[in-house]
């Protein structure tokens, strides 16, 4: 009934009435300096901060991953449910709470594989033999992967189906990649087999598609993933880092974020859903992941032509692009493969555990740090390391606030958000929800994900506007196992640049696109954030991401013998993420600085007349001194969304294919024009010039008083 | 170049580059109190208030007036360039004028018709004899109609052409009556003739065209604008207020606003514009008004059965629907009627005139007060009494500014919109030029367009939240000409209503739909807005509104004489609303009432109910108290957008085909459901149940310190 669920929501205007605080305000005129003075003149406590970043125990971050990890807990399963329980008590803490938690419920719509009917691939004989059978499920080598809770490796959101058809081999599954292979093959009716890479999980079946593809399998090439290792026996985990053979990265197949029935509204129960069939961004054929043992039995024996020399993995044979199918002199001669996926799509109730620390000055401003809570499997890594450092954060912070030693000047806001690994579901939603009071509020946004890939150096990500903020706190924090060098001196060996203003400085990257919950803050709010982790030495790997990502393998085991032994970079990256909070949070000016931003501007300028035009030095901007006051700083992002784009609205940090740092829209733009040579393309790239430069104008008035 | 202009836009990203003002903040704590308390925690000076009101000069206003309206000062023309250097000169006077005062140029799209070949309304006998001519300008009753600026009467973004056809009647050129008139005739190549009033302009061709009409005449029948009257030899101007039967009512036939040309972008010279033939929203077919004596001469010669009752005017004769065409025995017996519309669309440079009193204690916040400065030919009533009242506001701020007497807490833009009369284009490239700036700083917008329609009775519109704020400074006004009344006192007889918290009170209308510059406010950026204006005694007169509006003879003669002699209406608007304007930019705590937007609330879910279900009493909601903040309650109103909507976004105000108070776009999706029982009509319905309720919410919480 419509009129129920309007007037259940007309309830929210309850608070529409209101009362007056006048006395708040009434001052007596000549008197002393009233009582409230200092507090709203504070500054940020340094000795505070120190005892912060003292406080934070490694041991501590060890028995919260241990905790966490002990069941798989994957969004809304038993596991899920008893993670949620675990925040709720830690963060409702009498002696080292917060000052309120609750969890937030959303109806979310995810897609599992089912236990009942695995999904299965095939090797079919044309007499209908079946020749080979596909793992169902990851080799174990303990406990952990016995656990009756490990899901199947699967393709979040592929469709239900049984294809059949002849193998072929399509590299990443770029546009490129099917383009290539269907010169030389008839791609109707096949299955192609694509290594992880290149392209994101489910652009690898809506590229196939349109060729006639009628299935996908994915693996992850030794090669990329594991330096070219591949024996269990030992090199790979238990033995290593490495990814076992039968090791299966999973994944959500969307290229959309939040939840995909509820597109710009909080999945709440009551909310409207649009119909299924109307869903974008998924895969429209069966995909399925396998392990790099079945990819090559598969593909050592694919016949036709070899393929290129940079579609060649890490196997010791010749990547072929297949007949289409196997070679003739093989055991699969003549044969097809076979994908059985029985995924079904099923609303679920999924939550956010949310925290906060009420400001004493200014309540209604906001810091926000979240981390996800939900994994694929144990998840001890992906998420579990950040959740570890988060819960470290609080346990100290809210020591503080409970012995009555502190109390931030602005709100403090935690979310352990639901439903990541499905597309950034919790967080999405959260600022769906309260789209207008967290666009005007809050100062920005900290996300810690997977908290450390491994032990080497810091990586910091966000807007330019944050860059001497990370610099400022890295300074403080030691770097783990290096007591006289700080965080901030060794990742500027690891990592760095030459910047106009400052130098050689460490390399701070671009939140572009939407690689965790930090997305919908800047996409769709146009709010400061950041994103912090420990990372690799480069010079030691060149692994795509940590071998045992998305498998059974991310467990305790796995995260406290090869990833962080100690866990001191976990205590390294509490400690960094803990002083940028505490400094947004209690600092009387926002510590953001405004000309590292047009500092950017200039580089992106730079690279757009490199690119487009070919000549022309960038200009140069005479300084100008304007007021700096906190709301122009914490507001200035938000001038950059362009209010009618879709669906990310962030001019300058919206996705790009042009694979440079430079203005995305404009890019992309230019380089279609330049390919068609249509006036209609060309006129698209008016347009973006024009929204752009509304955008940085605005942005720039932002930080006038006047009009 | 693309890169002239990115270039051109970065040094925007000039004032990126600031200095840090940190001696602003540095107090040191036990010290008496600082400098600056007294100033931060000033209110409102209620005597300044009154000196402001005292000064209010009546005979000011009509010497601005005169001035303002010696020549038709059209948008772009040579008399709306004069306006714009006398609003220069008097916000740049040094006794009388602002802190700063300064032209803004957009390049705007509009629409005019040639002088060289003047539009043409005939009756065009078989044999091709022209048997009528309708007049091609306005009959002179002075020199102001002689004056050879006046433009001639047209349809503004009517295309050319010279359709021709069979004459109809089609009452307003609402949906319905087009529907109705072609369950009896063919329309297919018609001329429809129909009365302003009942539909906007620019649908009167877009309801026809779907049934073959080639062409539209439309006129403002005496009915409607005369109370009956028509004889110019004693009945109508010069001997009255009434319009003369050569009267022609001009106007913008466009259903959008702003310019047309540039959607959600600034207009300037290097703006990306879309294809003129991408435009939406103006007539697809030729369109022109003509004066009631042509129309008369038309109308009383059409065939065809009688219309109904509810389609009869004022002449003196039976409305019929037209055979198609005129009657067998009249003189126009088988012939057509033809139009020749020569009208053309250029890109001219219109200015808005801005200035600014700048705020001591908050600069950054701004009180807007905006009038269109530009008129269809002298425009004494529309705009140019509003413009008086404007100029008198601030000469009179001004003067207190000068003397070191006041300066506002806030900052006070004042606006002087261009291009208002072909589509709200000044203030609309405004909020889109400052979007975010605009839309994060704007504590509420005042609107005075026509400042006086008629002597009898302040009319207001705004937001529910505005209400008490626009009671207390009527009751500080004596009504003009009743010196023991007040402004509230003597509307309170005029208009009133029931309200369930205050009993009787004055009626606030709400300011739906895009009759003047508080549209762009309002539905493009949600901010809170409120319209002034001095209206008719409603027992005395029906007509659609002041009857020379948008004609030759809205001049100074007519409003000194007939509108408000004395012009002490002026004088009360001038007051009401400079007392609004200083309460919002001088007061220490916001005077908006958050509460009166819950009553609204709660009277359109009542209407919903009552519309959509039948029964259940509207739910009663408790009063909670939460903390009142300025910018809690200046922001509330952005949480009613929904940022998908398009191109109206305030789920409130939003325009609604339903005539009924409540809530826009639930109502339009339930009557559409309803007729059409289509299920995915009913889907939308329950999404726009989901938008509003998301809204809704969002507003609530906006009151809330917390998350």
Same mark, same amino acid.
């Given at each position: 009934?419509?009129?129920?669920?309007?007037?259940?929501?007309?309830?929210? !205007?309850?608070?529409?009435?209101?009362?007056?605080?006048?006395?708040?305000?009434?001052?007596? %005129?000549? +008197?002393?300096?009233p009582s409230w003075l200092p507090d709203v003149s504070r500054d940020l406590d340094e000795s505070l901060l120190q005892?912060? /970043?003292?406080?934070?125990?490694?041991?501590?971050?060890?028995?919260?991953?241990?905790?966490?990890?002990?069941?798989?807990?994957?969004?809304? +399963?038993?596991?899920?449910?008893?993670?949620?329980?675990?925040? /709720?008590?830690?963060?409702?803490?009498?002696?080292?709470?917060?000052?309120? !938690?609750?969890?937030?419920?959303?109806?979310?719509?995810?897609?599992?594989?089912?236990? %009942?009917?695995?999904? %299965?691939?095939?090797?079919?004989a044309p007499n209908t033999t079946v020749l080979h059978t596909a793992r169902e499920r990851e080799k174990s080598y303990g406990?952990?992967?016995?656990?009756?809770?490990?899901?199947?490796?699967?393709?979040?959101?592929?469709?239900?189906?049984?294809?059949?058809?002849?193998?072929?081999?399509?590299?990443?599954?770029?546009?490129s990649d099917y383009m290539l292979l269907n010169k030389t093959l008839d791609l109707r009716g096949t299955i192609?087999?694509?290594?992880?890479?290149?392209?994101?999980?489910?652009?690898?079946?809506?590229?196939?598609?349109?060729?006639?593809?009628?299935?996908?399998?994915?693996?992850?090439?030794?090669?990329?993933i594991n330096d070219g290792l591949m024996s269990d026996s030992n090199e790979t985990y238990p033995h290593s880092w490495y990814m076992p053979p039968s090791g299966v990265e999973r994944g959500s197949f969307n290229t959309d974020y939040g939840d995909l029935l509820t597109p710009y509204l909080a999945a709440k129960e009551s909310t409207y859903r649009i119909p299924v069939e109307n869903i974008t961004g998924i895969p429209p054929i069966p995909i399925q992941p396998i392990g790099f043992e079945d990819a090559y039995v598969l593909i050592s024996q694919l016949g036709g032509e070899s393929a290129p020399a940079n579609w060649q993995g890490g196997f010791n044979c010749t990547y072929?692009?297949?007949?289409?199918?196997?070679?003739?002199?093989?055991?699969?001669?003549?044969?097809?493969?076979?994908?059985?996926?029985?995924?079904?799509?099923?609303?679920k109730n999924s939550s956010n555990v949310m925290g906060i620390i009420r400001g004493s000055v200014e309540p209604d401003r906001y810091v926000i740090y979240g981390n996800h809570r939900d994994s694929w499997v144990?998840?001890?890594?992906?998420?579990?390391s950040g959740t570890s450092v988060m819960l470290e954060v609080t346990r100290v912070l809210g020591r503080l606030l409970k012995q009555g030693r502190w109390r931030p000047r602005r709100s403090i806001i935690f979310g352990s958000w639901g439903a990541e690994e499905f597309g950034l579901i919790g967080s999405t939603e959260y600022t769906e929800q309260y789209y207008t009071k967290l666009s005007e509020r809050t100062v920005a946004y900290i996300n810690v994900d997977i908290a450390v890939f491994a032990n080497a150096t810091l990586r910091a990500s966000g807007m330019p506007s944050v860059q001497n903020l990370i610099f400022t706190a890295a300074k403080q924090v030691k770097a783990p196992g290096l007591e006289s060098t700080s965080v901030y001196d060794n990742w500027l060996r690891y990592s760095n640049r030459t910047s106009p203003a400052y130098g050689t400085v460490p390399r701070v990257g671009y939140l572009t696109g939407a690689g965790s919950d930090y997305a919908a803050f800047v996409h769709y709010l146009g709010i400061t954030a950041m994103d912090f982790s420990y990372t690799y030495d480069r010079t030691k790997t060149k692994a795509r991401i940590y071998p045992a990502y998305h498998t059974a393998y991310d467990t305790f085991d796995y995260a406290s013998r090869y990833i962080d032994p100690g866990f001191t970079s976990h205590q390294a990256v509490a400690r960094t993420a803990g002083n940028v909070l505490l400094r947004l949070a209690d600092s009387l000016l926002l510590p953001l600085n405004v000309s590292d931003y047009a500092e950017t501007l200039e580089a992106y300028l730079a690279t757009a007349l490199e690119l487009h035009q070919g000549s022309a030095a960038p200009p140069q901007i005479a300084p100008l001194k304007v007021r700096r006051i906190n709301d122009q700083l914490m507001l200035m992002?938000?001038?950059?969304?362009?209010?009618?784009?879709?669906?990310?609205?962030?001019?300058?940090? !919206?996705?790009?294919?042009?694979?440079?740092?430079?203005?995305?829209?404009?890019?992309?733009?230019?380089?279609? !024009?330049s390919l068609s040579g249509l006036e209609g393309d060309w006129f698209r790239v008016h347009h973006q010039i024009s929204i752009l430069s509304q955008a940085i104008n605005g942005a720039a008035h932002m930080l006038m008083d006047g009009p």
């Open positions: 009934m419509w009129w129920k669920v309007l007037i259940g929501s007309l309830g929210g !205007a309850a608070v529409l009435t209101v009362g007056i605080l006048l006395g708040h305000y009434a001052i007596d %005129k000549g +008197s002393p300096a005892d912060f /970043m003292d406080a934070v125990d490694n041991k501590k971050i060890e028995g919260f991953l241990r905790d966490l990890t002990k069941v798989p807990h994957m969004a809304t +399963s038993a596991g899920d449910e008893a993670t949620v329980e675990y925040m /709720m008590q830690h963060w409702n803490d009498q002696e080292s709470g917060l000052d309120q !938690a609750w969890r937030q419920n959303y109806v979310v719509y995810l897609s599992f594989p089912d236990p %009942k009917k695995p999904n %299965k691939v095939t090797v079919v406990p952990d992967q016995d656990d009756p809770e490990v899901v199947q490796p699967y393709a979040a959101y592929s469709p239900a189906g049984s294809p059949q058809g002849k193998l072929v081999y399509a590299n990443q599954g770029k546009p192609a087999i694509c290594r992880y890479g290149g392209a994101g999980r489910a652009e690898k079946a809506i590229n196939a598609a349109p060729y006639g593809v009628v299935g996908v399998l994915v693996y992850s090439d030794p090669l990329d072929n692009y297949g007949g289409p199918g196997f070679k003739p002199a093989s055991q699969f001669s003549n044969s097809d493969v076979k994908l059985e996926v029985f995924n079904f799509a099923k609303l144990h998840g001890a890594i992906d998420p579990s992002d938000r001038a950059f969304l362009d209010p009618q784009a879709f669906p990310e609205k962030h001019v300058i940090w !919206a996705s790009s294919s042009s694979g440079h740092a430079t203005f995305p829209g404009f890019a992309d733009a230019f380089a279609r !024009a």
